[in-house]
């Protein structure tokens, strides 16, 4: 089983370019979410769905999109990258909303 | 609002000992998760935590939840190298989960 599989793992943007975060998870789940990791923070969740083709916002949703149209892939797309959104992202999934979720080896994004 | 609040932030362990991490909410949940991270590296599950007096013990660590306090401790049993990482508490709020600022541990030989 891969698992949780992102790409890319790394990627420098300029100000103001947009791009897609990809997210692919091979183990069925339902439930699967986006979060950013920045230092002394923890983790904020960014989007979420609970099954394809239906997403809800989390902590920290400004600037970001997802879509769910299949119950593999969760893509977040960037619209206009600005450097507040420079941070390492991680996608994550489980099988239900209550289980342990399982995690991505993550995107280090850097804005310049 | 949920908020999580883990202390302390950072703690130097000796080999050996013990110690403790606290991991407090302010929000009634029904269920509280313990992730592991190695620097650089992808989150990784601990324990999930479901009821009040609920207690899970995985080799060196043990953790425990009060619900009525709104309170979980990880507690570390003669900590050896090999804990060395950031640990963070979550709390399931709804549908979404909600981290706290994390606890990096280090340990001294």
């Known amino acids: 089983n891969a698992g949780v599989t992102q790409t890319p793992k790394f990627q420098v943007l300029k100000t103001g370019q947009s791009m897609t975060l990809q997210c692919a998870q091979d183990?069925?789940?339902?439930?699967m979410s986006w979060y950013r990791q920045d230092p002394g923070m923890g983790l904020r969740l960014i989007h979420y769905s609970v099954g394809a083709g239906i997403t809800d916002q989390g902590e920290v949703p400004n600037g970001y999109n997802v879509s769910r149209s299949t119950t593999e892939d969760f893509p977040l797309r960037l619209l206009s990258a600005a450097p507040s959104q420079t941070s390492v992202y991680f996608c994550a999934s489980s099988y239900s909303w209550g289980q342990p979720q399982h995690f991505g080896d993550g995107t280090r994004l850097s804005i310049l | 609002e949920l908020k999580v609040e883990q202390n302390p932030l950072f703690l130097s362990m000796q080999e050996g000992k013990n110690y403790t991490i606290y991991c407090n909410y302010s929000?009634?949940?029904?269920?509280l998760y313990w992730y592991r991270q190695d620097p650089g590296k992808s989150l990784e599950s601990l324990f999930v935590l479901l009821s009040n007096g609920a207690v899970k013990q995985e080799g060196r660590l043990m953790a425990s939840l009060d619900t009525k306090a709104r309170l979980s401790t990880l507690h570390i049993t003669a900590a050896v190298h090999d804990l060395s990482a950031t640990y963070f508490c979550a709390v399931r709020y709804g549908n979404k989960l909600v981290f706290g600022a994390g606890t990096i541990l280090r340990v001294k030989s």
């Open positions: 183990m069925n789940h339902e439930y």
């Open positions: 929000t009634t949940s029904d269920r």
